[in-house]
C-alpha cells in the first residue's frame, strides 16, 4: 500500500509508492541507488558553490531539489500544485496555502539575515534556529517528493556556510526523527529537533 494517501495522484506508478521516473525504473532498489548518486553529486556540487553571495532564499531551496533530481523527475523542484498530503496521522500544509505559506516562512528567514550569520551565535542559538526554520519547512512538506533529502540538505548547507560540517544525523534511528518530525507537523514543537541538530552541529 502507498504511503501517502492521495487523491487522483499521477506521481505514483500505479498503487505503489514509486514515483514514474524519466528512466522507466521499476525496482525501488534500484530508484533509490540512483536518488542516492543524485543526492551525492549535488551535495559536492552546491557545497563547492557556497561564497559570500550565496542566499539561502526560497528559489534556492527549489533549486536544489530541480537541480538534484530533474533528471529523474518531471516534478522536480515544483511545488504540489492541488495535492493535499499526510504521512500517519500528520497533516501536511494543505496544497492551496502552499506558497503563501512558504512565502512566510522564507519572509521570516531572510529577515533572519538567511542564517547566514549563525557563526556569530553561541552554538546552542543557532541549533535552535536551524530546527526552527526545519520544523516549519517539514510542516510545508512542498514537494511531492525527497522534502526530507532537500530539506536536509538546505540545512546542512547552511551549517557549511556558517563553518559548521554538515549535521550528523547519524546517531539517532529513523524512529527519532519521524517522532521529532510528528511533533514539528502536529504541534508545532521543535524541541525534539532542536536536540537532533544540536547533537548533529559540529565545527568543521
Ligand atoms: N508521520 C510523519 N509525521 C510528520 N512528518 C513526517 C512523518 N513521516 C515522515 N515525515 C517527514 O517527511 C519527511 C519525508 O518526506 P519525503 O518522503 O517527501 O522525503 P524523503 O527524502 O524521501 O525523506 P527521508 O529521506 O527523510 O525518508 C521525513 O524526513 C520527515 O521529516
Ligand atoms: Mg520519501
Known amino acids: 500500500m502507498s504511503k501517502y ?6 506521481i505514483y506508478i500505479g498503487d505503489s509508492d514509486l514515483p514514474h521516473n524519466k528512466l522507466s525504473i521499476t525496482d525501488p532498489l534500484e530508484l533509490h541507488a540512483i536518488e542516492n548518486e543524485l543526492l551525492i553529486q549535488a551535495y559536492e556540487l552546491f557545497y563547492h558553490r557556497i561564497d559570500e553571495h550565496t542566499v539561502f532564499d526560497e528559489q534556492y531551496f527549489i533549486t536544489l531539489h530541480k537541480a538534484t533530481f530533474s533528471s529523474l523527475y518531471e516534478w522536480a523542484g515544483e511545488y504540489r ?3 493535499d498530503m499526510t504521512k500517519g496521522d500528520s497533516r501536511f ?7 503563501d505559506a512558504s512565502k512566510k516562512i522564507f519572509d521570516e528567514l531572510s529577515h533572519d539575515n538567511d542564517l547566514r550569520r549563525g557563526n556569530e551565535l ?8 536551524l530546527a526552527y526554520y526545519k520544523c516549519e519547512l517539514i510542516a510545508l512538506h512542498p514537494f511531492y517528493e525527497l522534502n526530507g533529502r532537500i530539506t536536509r540538505m538546505f540545512f546542512d548547507m547552511i551549517a557549511a556556510y556558517n563553518g559548521y560540517k554538515f549535521i550528523d544525523y547519524s546517531l539517532i534511528t529513523p524512529e ?7 511533533e514539528c ?3 508545532a514543537d521543535c ?10 552541529l559540529h565545527q568543521a
Open 176 to 182: 527519532a526523527y519521524i517522532n521529532a518530525s510528528i
Open 5 to 10: 494517501r492521495f487523491k487522483n495522484s499521477s
Open 93 to 99: 500544509c494543505l496544497a492551496h496555502y502552499l506558497h
Open 122 to 129: 553561541p552554538k546552542e542559538h543557532f541549533a535552535k534556529k
Open 185 to 187: 507537523v502536529q504541534f
Open 81 to 83: 500544485s492541488t495535492l
Open 191 to 200: 524541541g525534539k529537533m532542536e536536540k537532533i541538530i544540536l547533537e548533529g
